[in-house]
């Protein structure tokens, strides 16, 4: 039978992985949520126009996928000291990546105000741009500025070459994100036509 899904070999680095020593910080019902966030976000990344998108990314930002040794989505969330919660980190040295889920609360609360669908659409967003981001850290180590920079302008070509399926939800990505982080989102900078036109070519 022919195998109608692409490979990429970033797709084939990817895996879900836990930290066992974690889980007994997490009640059974916690760690059956992020069991299926997990895979969840694990079958939104290795859908093949996400992997056609990112191997287009990376051969224009001259990343060699090679550098890239693995893609860890991990099953429990991981907090800075402060209490905020990380979307991802790259070890730049091994090439590892890791994307981390929001907490179940976090998740409880935004369903009860967005809807559940509302839920999935942010949680493959956050994961998508997350993996974005920390793809690019491969190249701008330490250059965070450029990386937020660069991630908003890949996230944006992504969603641009989306059918109707993500035609809006970079705006409603803003507009919830506001409404949850009670940050004011800044207007979407007006983009240079020219780097867009030719980035939809991928
Ligand atoms: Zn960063």
């Not at 879900?16 to 694990?42: A, R």
């Not at 090679?66 to 905020?84: D, E, F, I, Q």
């Not at 996230?155 to 109707?164: C, I, L, N």
Request: glycine fraction near 4%.
């Amino acid at each position: 039978m022919l195998m109608l899904e692409e490979t990429h070999p970033l797709s084939s680095k990817m895996k879900i992985t836990v930290d066992p020593e974690k889980l007994d910080n997490f009640s059974q019902n916690h760690v059956s949520f992020y069991m299926k966030y997990s895979s969840f976000v694990f079958r939104v990344l290795k859908k093949p126009s996400f992997q056609k998108f990112l191997h287009w990314m990376l051969e224009k930002e001259k990343i060699e996928e090679h550098t890239v040794r693995a893609v860890h989505v991990k099953v429990l969330p991981l907090r800075r000291k402060n209490g905020k919660g990380i979307a991802g980190n790259c070890d730049t040295s091994g090439g590892r990546i890791r994307i981390y889920p929001k907490t179940m609360k976090f998740c409880q609360i935004f369903t009860q105000k967005f809807g559940r669908n509302t839920l999935l659409v942010y949680a493959g967003n956050r994961a998508r741009a997350a993996l974005i981001h920390e793809l690019l850290h491969l190249k701008y180590i330490e250059d965070e500025k450029t990386v937020r920079e660069l991630t908003k302008e890949y996230f944006f070509v992504f969603t641009q070459k989306q059918s109707a399926e993500f035609a809006c939800t970079l705006h409603l990505h803003d507009d919830i994100y506001g409404k949850i982080s009670g940050e004011k989102v800044p207007p979407r900078r007006k983009r240079d036509s020219a780097w867009i036109s030719q980035a939809l070519k991928w």
